[in-house]
């Protein structure tokens, strides 16, 4: 996953650890010997158009508006069919209201029509102060939750480990991110909610309160389940 830094010189791009205290509450009762946060990589604003969400500070948010107007005013210039005209004219209006794209609701065939489009605000913006960017892994974390994806953990006594997947992502596309071999092999997914791992104290003892679920390749994972892939190998 990346992020674009827009505007925000203060933040060095790179790989970025995001810290995740439930992370550290399942390694602290797992007793894990090694914990392993996911990570995302800061990209710089010339880089805009290949992030997954932008961190921009409040002051900048004009910016990122009027660029995707400047867009989208160049694109009503030229000839266009009809759903994409529409479309624009939708576009146009929420930037000159100073909302972002991705507030809007379009149809399969209006996301169709522009798709390959250039427009940062159809993103997944997080706006915030000066002060906010002091605590870098506080507002990454920040843009990481309202980006559209979520982390699921795998514990141990090896290791204790956050991966990250598309909110909406399910047990079987889960598997993959780990490894293509438990994709393929696929059975079940062991799944223990985050808090009834916590509440039981860990996965023993979730297990004896019937807290553990046997689930099958089309289950949506939730933010933060406990995972375990049956496969075959």
């Known amino acids: 996953m990346k992020i674009c830094l827009f505007g925000i010189p203060d933040l060095t791009v790179g790989k970025q650890?995001?810290?995740?205290?439930?992370?550290?509450?399942?390694?602290?009762?797992?007793?894990s010997k090694k914990k392993t946060y996911i990570q995302v990589e800061l990209i710089g604003e010339k880089e805009v158009l290949d992030a997954d969400a932008v961190l921009v500070l409040n002051d900048s948010r004009t910016d990122l508006i009027l660029a995707d107007l400047e867009f989208v005013e160049n694109r009503l210039g030229k000839s266009v069919d009809s759903i994409e005209k529409n479309v624009l004219l939708k576009f146009k209006d929420t930037l000159e209201k100073e909302g972002f794209l991705l507030s809007l609701s379009l149809s399969e065939e209006e996301k169709k029509a522009i798709s390959g489009y250039g427009l940062v605000t159809l993103k997944p913006v997080v706006l915030a102060g000066r002060e906010e960017i002091e605590d870098k892994d506080k507002?990454?974390?920040?843009?990481?939750?309202?980006?559209?994806?979520?982390?699921?953990?795998?514990?141990?006594?090896?290791?204790?480990?956050?991966?990250?997947?598309?909110k909406g992502a399910t047990?079987?596309?889960?598997?993959?991110v780990i490894h293509?071999?438990?994709?393929?092999?696929?059975?079940?997914?062991?799944?223990?909610?985050?808090?009834d791992f916590v509440e039981c104290n860990g996965e023993s003892a979730a297990k004896q309160a019937g807290k553990l679920r046997l689930e099958q390749k089309d289950y949506v994972m939730q933010d933060c389940d406990l995972a375990n892939f049956r496969f075959n190998k």
Do not use: C, M, P, Y
Not at 18 to 28: F, M, N, S, T, Y
Not at 171 to 176: Q, T, Y
Not at 180 to 195: C, L, M, P, T
């Open 17 to 31: 650890n995001i810290k995740d205290e439930r992370l550290d509450q399942v390694d602290r009762i797992t007793k």
């Open 139 to 166: 507002v990454i974390l920040r843009v990481f939750q309202n980006s559209g994806f979520i982390s699921f953990f795998t514990t141990g006594e090896k290791e204790t480990r956050a991966w990250i997947i598309k």
């Open 171 to 176: 047990a079987w596309e889960a598997s993959g």
């Open 180 to 195: 293509s071999d438990i994709q393929k092999g696929f059975i079940r997914a062991e799944i223990i909610s985050f808090n």
